[in-house]
């Protein structure tokens, strides 16, 4: 009798697994994910059809918003800034990639805007705080994570004050990001009338078939004049670090046209998790110049038609003549990403990549390592951070061009999850960008490449085992 459960088992698991290959060919996803799957499924049995119940699933296919109406809603609120965009001179040498992204993502060139970087938590929370102080009209809110901590509340008591002041606030969270976060949390802030949305909530956060769309955007807009964006999120380890080391983020305040960028951000979000489309001009309100920076805001996620940062990048990297430094806390490029830096440093770019010596992620960092030696052989420098966990997502390129943002150098970032940069044309910017990857770097140690290719045999296999499931990491 055993025996024969057995054997039906075993056929409705091949009949199932046979299913959800057809349906993974079928959906002419990329190559090396479709065949990553495959072999999940036939190695792992049972686990494996598990794995893809949890994690597999193209939920895109299932959105709640057409690519069509994404593309409608995106142009509503960027209309009047698109055309103001026109009289603006494109510097010559970022003119193709300014081009390219407001073709792809309708992201407008907006100027007159000053720009602040914080690389430390406490100094960014400082900030944030006292700009949400001193609001007079609305307050937009949009993070991937937001905690009940210390800096969590915080944040969460001036908002309540805010409010009661008579000041609009609007939030948005992400299910997964914060679901550690009980429901009381949150409640309290819409008891206080504040505006509290969760992005594609979730039953089960740790173990879903959305884990892989996520909002992974960190926005704050104040009065459509003052906007934050970069890496951290509302946590206390971006103020005091983890237990092993402190914690180095970047992020930055803009002051001036190109929060406008942000706030259609926010808003196209805003609808996504409410229905509610704002787009009243009181939301964008005309500025004087704050500074000679020029910023592109864009945006990218499964509802978007392309995948616009990654684009952004790539074409930024093809297009360097003189230097790429670039800071990421995970690095699982997408292999035309990973070709494009080879090839700038062949032809004589200085190419200098910097992530962790130590992970909060031990699979990311092993399948990351095995991407180092070809780099190393193209003459990329790469070094690793010493004093703790580098967060930090900031690329500089020839000294004229900043990106910064919440996108990883990852695929889940370019691919998978809702993501924003701000590329920034501005030398200003990008001397302050070059000053704080070198000031990181004096607290990094360079990987030699002879040394890197000594190491055990039993290592570098699982450095390189692990990369082959980087299409799901």
């Known amino acids: 009798m055993y025996h024969i459960l057995f054997r039906i088992t075993e056929i409705i698991y091949l009949i199932t697994a046979i299913g959800v290959i057809v349906v993974i060919i079928s959906e002419n996803r990329n190559p090396l994910k479709t065949i990553t799957w495959i072999m999940v499924l036939i190695f792992l049995p049972i686990v494996g059809l598990i794995i893809y119940a949890f994690f597999g699933q193209d939920y895109t296919k299932r959105r709640t918003i057409s690519k069509k109406m994404y593309s409608k809603i995106k142009k509503r609120p960027l209309g009047n800034l698109s055309t103001a965009s026109e009289a603006i001179n494109y510097p010559p040498e970022h003119t193709e990639l300014i081009k390219l992204l407001r073709n792809l993502n309708q992201a407008p060139l907006l100027q007159g805007s000053s720009v602040d970087f914080y690389i430390a938590g406490r100094d960014k929370f400082d900030a944030l705080f006292r700009d949400i102080e001193n609001a007079t009209e609305h307050i937009h809110i949009e993070y991937y994570a937001w905690e009940d901590d210390l800096v969590g509340n915080q944040l969460k008591d001036i908002l309540i004050k805010k409010s009661a002041e008579g000041i609009k606030i609007r939030a948005i969270v992400d299910s997964v990001g914060s679901w550690k976060v009980k429901r009381s949390f949150y409640e309290e802030l819409r008891s206080a009338g504040i505006e509290v949305e969760e992005f594609m909530k979730v039953r089960f956060p740790m173990f879903t078939s959305h884990a892989n769309y996520r909002n992974h955007r960190k926005i704050v807009v104040i009065d459509g004049k003052i906007g934050y964006v970069g890496g951290m999120n509302v946590a206390d380890r971006y103020v005091y670090g983890p237990k092993w080391g402190n ?8 002051e001036g046209m190109g929060v406008q960028g942000l706030q259609s951000v926010f808003l196209i979000d805003w609808f996504l998790v409410s229905k509610s489309l704002i787009t009243a001009r009181e939301f964008f309100p005309p500025l004087k110049n704050f500074g000679n920076n020029l910023i592109q805001i864009v945006s990218s996620g499964p509802y978007s038609p392309a995948q616009e940062i990654l684009q952004g990048f790539m074409h930024a990297i093809f297009s360097a003549k003189l230097s790429i430094y670039m800071q990421t806390p995970y690095f699982i490029p997408p292999e035309g990403l990973y070709e494009a830096l080879i090839s700038a440093s062949v032809r004589g770019v200085d190419v200098r990549l910097m992530v962790s ?17 070809k780099l190393m052989i193209a003459g990329v420098k790469v070094y690793l951070y010493e004093p703790g966990f580098l967060h930090s997502k900031l690329t500089v390129i020839d000294d004229s ?73």
């Open 247 to 254: 914690w180095r983020d970047t992020h930055i305040r803009i």
């Open 357 to 373: 010596r130590k992970s909060d992620s031990l699979l990311v960092q092993l399948a990351s390592r095995s991407y180092y030696k």
């Open 401 to 473: 061009l900043t990106l910064i943002g919440s996108a990883n150098i990852d695929v889940r970032s370019f691919e998978q999850n809702l993501e924003v940069e701000a590329f920034i044309y501005s030398k200003e910017a990008a001397l302050r960008g070059n000053e704080i990857f070198l000031e990181d770097q004096k607290h990094s140690t360079e990987i030699i490449l002879r040394e890197w290719i000594k190491r055990s045999v039993w290592l570098r296999f699982k450095e390189s085992f692990v990369r082959l499931f980087t299409p799901l990491l």
